[in-house]
């Protein structure tokens, strides 16, 4: 799929050096998930998690001129990123395989389209792996950019937790999801009242004790920065409705620092600095740090905040008047329930598996680097890049999460490791040894990918490895091979039927051959493949090409 939209596929190395990344400014702000490395001089590298700065560095060598644009690069490699917790097999890993992709255009324009074939082809990868999946905006985290969407397999499993609406077609990652602010209701502002809430430190606690709801409170959380241990850690304190949920994302976003450097604040030490007070800390009075104020805020009237006082709360804090903030922004994490920030019904939520995600990326690494060309009045133009991966390991991952039952994988036919098993019931019967090594050749000739089962083993065995491993077709040659009749079985929800070896032999040909059949179908010329295919099979095959084309 990568080779029909016209990219061209490279291998680069795995190992990097720092000055790239120094360049691109992501040497410090990548963070502890980068294998960093030494060689025998001191000089420093990495073991890449991912290749941008590497592909803009071959083209800014490559790439002189607007006539050679829009470049289109891809491979397929190991990548390294030191997790803090892997889980979930090849969900989360520390070394795993991505197909990841760069594009080079002129301007915004030629990126956009850039960005729409690689969406497209995506799908179609997909789509021939047999996975359901949306595709969802996303957040670019550590890769940045200005537009993402990711491709979620759905799954309970899942880490990623996307948010959907049914009434129109907002999909996003919770991350990403925007939220929709309740109209405050017009009140006039009453004299700020201090009151005495002893023991009160939750939400819920203080607003029981007053009579207020939730949504009229002020929810305190503080934070500490440290972008440098040899430097003084910077304090943040957000504040958001009572009632609502911080996104962590959307607050590192709005910081502008590597997520990696921001934690739950210490509130001893922090309060020596700021004044304030674990458990009713509010807005009012504080010092000495980053104030981050929800955009709900602004318009609420008389709302209740911790007093930054042991055991006291504040009554009618209004916004500009009372406080006011360093940073005004969306902090809220959207939830299931909620109104739909663009049509207001409520918003659905599933559980997903990353399986790839596409980046319009701008200028974001080509400036820094220096990646330019000339246009046609050979004046310097900065080149516009997008990103595009696809974890290859993790998407394997997804299609046995959604093809499955109790007794192991389904694979579809299109991603199998083996079309077709040939199940030699009793290894040491010449004649049953002989019709299942013509069925195996027979197969192979055609291009279907066969597996002869020919250990020493009970039937039961054999059968039980079959189906955990999940090959979509199993031909069984047992006690009938004298007569040429075999047992042929799908995997997936088939009947066993009794058929003479060569019918058996041509369904699994006709199955394998609606794979590559498939493929032709998505732009991928088959036909130059012809040694693979049985002389009988070329003109059907060639009247579908025509036919599609």
């Not at 594009?103 to 690689?118: A, P």
């Not at 700020?192 to 023991?199: C, F, S, Y």
């Not at 709900?296 to 911790?306: D, P, Q, R, S, T």
């Not at 930054?308 to 500009?320: A, P, Q, R, T």
């Amino acid at each position: 799929e990568m080779d029909a939209t016209g990219a061209q596929e490279i291998q680069m190395s795995a190992l990097q050096p720092a000055e790239l990344w120094q360049e691109s400014g992501r040497w410090y702000a990548y963070g502890p998930e980068m294998w960093r490395v030494k060689d025998r001089n001191g000089r420093d590298f990495c073991l890449g998690p991912t290749h941008e700065e590497v592909f803009t560095d071959i083209v800014r060598q490559n790439i002189t001129s607007y006539r050679q644009l829009p470049v289109n690069l891809y491979q397929i490699q190991t990548k390294y990123r030191d997790e803090a917790r892997p889980r979930f097999g090849l969900i989360r890993s520390r070394e795993f395989i991505m197909k990841d992709d760069y594009s080079f255009d002129r301007d915004e324009e030629g990126l956009s389209k850039s960005y729409n074939d690689m969406y497209d082809a995506y799908s179609k990868v997909f789509d021939r792996c047999g996975l359901t999946y949306r595709a969802v905006e996303a957040d670019s985290g550590a890769i940045g950019g200005n537009r993402s969407h990711e491709f979620c397999a759905l799954c309970e499993v899942g880490e990623e937790e996307i948010l959907y609406c049914d009434s129109c077609d907002m999909a996003a990652t919770s991350e990403r999801a925007d939220f929709k602010d309740a109209i405050a209701k017009e009140e006039t502002e009453l004299p700020l009242e201090k009151v005495n809430t002893p023991g009160t430190k939750t939400i819920e606690a203080v607003c029981e004790l007053l009579g207020v709801p939730q949504e009229k409170s002020i929810k305190a959380i503080l934070l500490v920065v440290q972008e440098d241990v040899k430097e003084k850690p910077k304090y943040v304190a957000a504040f958001l409705r009572g009632d609502r949920q911080l996104n962590m994302i959307k607050l590192v976003n709005a910081l502008n620092v590597p997520e990696y450097t921001v934690d739950f604040a210490d509130e001893a030490a922090m309060g020596s600095e700021t004044g304030c007070v674990g458990g009713f800390t509010g807005p009012v009075g504080l010092k000495n740090c980053t104030i981050v104020v929800d955009t709900e805020l602004i318009g609420a009237k008389n709302m209740v905040a911790g007093a930054c006082e042991k055991d006291f709360h504040l009554k009618n804090v209004n916004y500009g008047r009372d406080y006011k903030a360093d940073i005004i922004t969306d902090l809220k994490l959207l939830q299931e329930g909620d109104p739909c920030p663009c049509c207001g019904s409520p918003v659905k939520s599933a559980r997903g598996i990353e399986v790839g995600q596409v980046f319009k990326l701008g200028t974001k690494y080509s400036e820094p680097m220096g990646l330019t060309y000339l246009d046609e009045n050979q004046q310097k133009k900065t080149v516009v890049m997008g990103c595009y991966g696809i974890g290859v390991t993790r998407t394997l991952a997804a299609i046995v999460e959604q093809h499955h039952d109790e007794n192991g994988i389904i694979w579809p036919m299109s991603v199998a490791p083996y079309h077709v098993v040939v199940e030699l019931i009793k290894p040491d019967d010449e004649v049953q040894a002989k019709l299942a090594e013509e069925i195996e050749k027979k197969l192979e000739a055609a291009g279907v990918e066969v597996v002869l089962d020919d250990r020493d083993e009970r039937p039961g065995v054999k059968f039980k490895d079959a189906e955990l491993l999940g090959v979509p077709i199993r031909i069984n040659v047992g006690k009938r091979a004298g007569e040429g009749v075999v047992e042929y079985m799908l995997r997936r929800g088939g009947d066993k039927l009794e058929l003479p070896a060569e019918e058996a032999i041509a369904k699994a040909i006709e199955a394998g051959m609606k794979v590559l059949l498939d493929a032709t179908k998505n732009g991928i010329d088959i036909l130059n493949d012809v040694d693979t295919m049985p002389e009988w099979r070329l003109d059907e095959v060639a009247w579908e090409y025509n036919m599609i084309y």
